[in-house]
């Protein structure tokens, strides 16, 4: 089982849509948990952390159940830009390491 | 601005040639990251240090090694370069690796062994 599981998608919305993606890890001890997004042929950049409590940046929220090992990102009013792979991480390995799922695709659509 | 430098965009290299990648950090971090990505696959980390002489083993190490001589400066070595070593090759650094939102990462170097 990988340590931190993503629905690949492509998930393809309409401009204006509210899309969720969902996040599994595995490793109980898991310490801190981020949302990354990465633009085609570029490198990950940090999007926003995931508070226990949840948190929300503009059109992102970002929630976390630890019971659950399972992390969320929603999307309000999406816009064209937001079209990129979302990638969920966990810092593991007593704080030695991220682990990084594999990504959920986005394109958002005129 | 913050700059995490890979030295070459894209690379091709024969099989069994001996490959250096370069990653240069110009924010005095203690820690640098190796990772490769690949489609399905995801990020997968290969090498970190995180101070000069240093060095761990990631997850997938096997063929690969490093040298960090220098702070600012941490070195992928692919000792014999292989086909199932093409791949996106990202560098990172962070001034705490405790802290998983201050990682910055290079903009990667595509290796293509033929």
């Known amino acids: 089982r990988k340590e931190v599981e993503q629905d690949p998608g492509p998930f393809n919305v309409p401009e204006g849509a509210t899309v969720a993606f969902n996040c599994t890890y595995s490793?109980?001890?898991?310490?801190?948990f981020f949302w990354y997004r990465q633009d085609c042929r570029k490198e990950p950049k940090l999007l926003m952390s995931v508070y226990s409590s949840g948190n929300e940046d503009g059109r992102f929220t970002a929630q976390l159940n630890r019971a659950s090992q399972y992390i969320s990102l929603l999307i309000r009013d999406s816009k064209l830009s937001d079209s990129a792979t979302y990638l969920c991480v966990v810092l593991t390995g007593g704080g030695n390491k991220l682990t990084f799922g594999t990504g959920t695709q986005l394109k958002v659509e005129l | 601005d913050v700059k995490v430098t890979q030295s070459s965009r894209y690379l091709v290299k024969r099989t069994g040639e001996k490959v250096f990648l370069e990653c240069v950090q110009d924010?005095?971090?203690?820690?640098m990251f190796w990772y490769r990505q690949d489609p399905g696959l995801g990020l997968r980390l290969i090498y970190f240090?995180?101070?000069?002489?240093?060095?761990e083993k990631g997850d997938i190490p096997e063929g690969y090694s490093v040298s960090r001589e220098k702070k600012e400066r941490f070195s992928l070595i692919l000792e014999s370069a292989s086909t199932n070593q093409t791949s996106m090759y990202l560098c990172?650094?962070?001034?705490?690796?405790?802290?998983?939102?201050?990682?910055?990462f290079g903009s990667g170097t595509r290796l293509t062994v033929v």
């Open positions: 924010m005095d971090h203690e820690n």
């Open positions: 990172a650094s962070t001034i705490d690796r405790g802290r998983g939102n201050g990682y910055t």
């Open positions: 240090s995180y101070d000069v002489k240093m060095k």
């Open positions: 490793n109980s001890a898991s310490q801190s």
